[in-house]
């Protein structure tokens, strides 16, 4: 950075002027860009200037010098703030008293806190109470100042302060600080600067330069104390500059009864509903609201209160989101009658306000659809819109029972059960559980899905629990170690609370909370907002999204989010179930040809029944089937699991013994990297070929009903196009038999996962032969990184944690390493096959930067499962919308006045 006098450091704005906008957050941080931006579109602001972040990279690379230039352009800020304000620094006749606010371009919590008020000293304080006839007002803002001062620029502790306080009430007999009066303020105060003697060794600071010359230190000293940066390593928040610094005339919401402060936002962020919500105090200055000293009041009481203010904030509200095209957060003061606004930033909001907000904002013909598609919903915000959720404006905070991760969002009220056959059980008898276990395992499949909601007390976003909950949609909370988990007595504690099995209670996915007892649930509302949102995004949106469905009822649930085909059917869970497993396990266990023949045959309508169910939900859509894929063993029993070996036994009619030592001779050490994918179909190719017969018999099955069938064959785990060219061919023989057979046909494809990074270097190879290309990432992430993905909780939240990685690699598709695989097999396979179709349908299919990163490297298509489908599709449609603008002129700024 240059430094020369030259450089600007200091932005002005006042008086329906400014020298910034809101375009240069990383400059002047969101506060001064906004308050430069609404001073420049003549909205009441006090008048102040921004001191830039750069001048704070400068003080932090410096050891606290400030750069060249940058005293002079302070002291001119200054006197730009006595013309406004027709007052002067420091002058006890007519003193002009300013705040220091922090503000980095992301709100920040952790740095230092605004400092009110300074510029006074005795003098300005005795001159002050003249000019304003209000003496307690002068000593009341001195005393505030030494506080604020002492604290955070100085790092006293704020209790020696309140002790000061409290004591002085009880000396005076009084209950609030309302209560004391100018003189005993004026006592305050000397008790105050003897507490910042005691503790600092030295008078406090008189000279206001000297007190501004502090503050703006401390504000830039803040950017590196250890809770600003620990902030900025949990957040991921990297490539900012610094903090700027915002030096504003103060306002006096105190001055009398006709004053005030408040906090607002333009809508309501709950519901969304267009009117002002917020709180205000009558006589108070801007920290009393959120210091909960008093209660304040609900701004619809202002408007009875004070009727002309009121309309007055109403109409810069609506000035405000008709500029920023946004519901705002604002705040304000009222000085003597008069409006005063301190603040603004785009509000948060919950998923239903945010809808509600954006459909009306499109009414109101403030915003046009590409905007609302592009700013105003946020792809997380729909997840919230798809399950239930706890009603609103209950309030449940006492029965709180724990809070664990978010893994899984919606909400569940249910009994408590602790094994998945209890949950299995309880759930026959028509009773809705929670099934709470420490961590859950494959086993536990179908225990989890008879239950409304699952609980563990261990483990990640990335666990069993998480992953499989969120591949159904089910809410899940895990790793809730506020609870202690106690098989053998059927309870959990957390501490003081214990609940038993058959107890209520009550998770929230969304937000990782655990709630005893029943909490009343509100049901998605999918009509309305929310379709004709999703239709304006899909209208924006060029990339197609797919489900990731194995069953019938979920590609119906899917289709009903918009889905448009499945690209992933995983045939695996088709094989689950009373006859199906011992049908699976005779034919892995088989020793003959014959044998395995006939286990298949067995198995075939199973399947055949499956995909008939799937191609008739899907009608007039793609169906992507992957041929199975895990490696063997784990449709197996443990060979250590007693009961079971002789159950097996005992069907296949074999001794436990035989069965035991077969057992063994399928053990691997890395099946992950084993014998699975289409390794299993090269060796024993009758598996491929019976589900390529189940799956085309069904596909003309259900066609002769007159449903549109379009299936896509995928084979998984391609890492030499040797394997894809061996099974593609098993494939076209079976699909031949069974058309001759029939004397029918029906129109196919066969293409291949990529997720092997090998696949992904030889693309150009296999697209010769291949149809499509599906991007397996998970499977690709594991291989790429070497990571073990069921191994990798042991190290993956540290790594993430000191920065090693940015993010979980399996949870958002890192771009660097795994994206330019997807990019090199893309190009790779599109150069050898021209127009070749390509999609994902790892997890990632549903997280909106890994969709971003999709579009991007042009993919036709992603695959999530059924709840994300809507996050996928506004997310493509975003990243179409802001890759147009890319493509656009960009254009000036608006609001930018001239110079102050
Ligand atoms: P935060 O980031 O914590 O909100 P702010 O800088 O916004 O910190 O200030 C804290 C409080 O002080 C707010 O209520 C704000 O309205 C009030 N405040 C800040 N500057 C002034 C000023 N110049 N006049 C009156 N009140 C002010
Ligand atoms: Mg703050
Ligand atoms: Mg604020």
Sequence with gaps: MSTTTDTKYVYRFGNGRSEGNRHQKSLLGGKGANLNEMSGIGLPIPPGYTITTEACRYYVDHDGDWPAGMETQVQDGIQHLEEAMDRRFGDPENPLLVSVRSGAALSMPGMMDTVLNLGINDKVAAGFADATGNERLAYDAYRRFIDMFGDVVVGIDRSRFENAITKLKEERGVESDVELTAADLRDLVDRYKAIYRKATGRMFPDDPYKQLHLAINA?????????????????????????????????????????????????????????????????????????????????????????????????????????????????????????????????????????????????????????AVKKLVEPGHLEQLLHPQFETGVDYEDDVLGEGLPASPGAAVGRVVFTAEDAENWNDDGEDVILVRVETSPEDVGGMDAAEGILTSRGGMTSHAAVVARGWGKPCVAGCDDIVVNYDQKSFTNGEITVQEGDWISINGSTGEVVLGKQPLRDPELSGEFSRFMSWADEFRTMAVRTNADTGPDAHQALDFGAEGIGLCRTEHMFFGEERITEMRRMIL???????????????????????????????????????????????????????????????????????????????????????????GVTQPAITQMQARALFEAALDVQAEGVDVQPEVMVPLVSTVGEFRHQKQVIEDTVNTVFETRNDSVDYQIGTMIEVPRAA??????????????????????????????????????????????????????????????????????????????????????????????????????????????????????????NAEKNEPTAPPSGNGAAA
């Design 590 to 680: 088989s020793e003959s040809a014959d044998e395995e023949q006939a286990a298949l045959e067995a198995l075939l309508p199973y399947q055949r029944t499956d995909f008939a169910d799937i191609f008739r939900a899907m009608d007039g859509h793609p169906v992507t089937i992957r041929l199975l894929d895990p490696p063997l063993h784990e449709f197996l029993p443990d060979a250590n699991a007693d009961g079971e070996v002789e159950e097996l036994a005992e069907q296949l009619d074999l001794a436990p013994e035989v069965i035991r030592e077969k057992l063994r001779s399928h053990e691997e050490f890395n099946p992950m990297l084993g014998h699975r994918g289409c390794r299993l």
């Design 219 to 371: 504000v830039f000293g803040s950017w590196t104390n250890d809770r600003a940066v620990r902030y900025r390593q949990i957040n991921d928040i990297t490539g900012l500059k610094g903090t700027a610094v915002n030096v504003q005339a103060m306002v006096y919401g105190n001055m009398s009864n006709n004053s005030a402060t408040g906090v607002c936002f333009t809508r309501d962020p709950g519901t969304g509903e267009n009117d002002l919500y917020g709180e205000f105090l009558v006589n108070a200055q801007g920290e009393d609201v959120v210091a909960g000293i008093r209660t304040p009041r609900d701004i619809s009481e202002m408007q009875k209160l004070m009727p002309s203010i009121y309309d007055e904030l109403q109409e810069v509200c609506d000035h405000l989101e008709e500029h920023y095209g946004d519901m705002q957060d604002l705040e304000f003061t009222v000085e003597e009658g008069t409006l005063y606004i301190l603040q603004t930033r785009d509000g948060k909001r919950t998923g239903p306000a945010a809808l509600t907000i954006a459909t009306d904002m499109v009414d109101e013909g403030l915003v046009n659809k590409d905007h």
């Design 761 to 882: 270097l030889q693309a150009d190879q296999i697209a010769t032969i291949a149809d499509f290309f599906s991007f397996g990432t998970n499977d690709l992430t594991q291989m790429t990184f070497g990571y073990s993905r069921d191994d990798a909780g042991t190290f993956l939240p540290h790594y993430v944690e000191t920065e090693i990685l940015e993010k979980d690699p399996f949870q958002a598709l890192d771009r660097n390493g795994v994206g330019e695989l997807v990019e090199m097999g893309t190009e790779r396979g599109r150069s050898a096959a021209p127009g070749l179709k390509v999609g994902i349908c790892g997890e990632h299919g549903g997280e909106p930067s890994s969709v971003y990163f999709c579009y991007e490297a042009d993919l036709d298509y992603v695959s999530c499962s059924p709840y994300r489908v809507p996050v996928a599709r506004l997310a493509a449609a975003q990243a179409a919308l802001v």
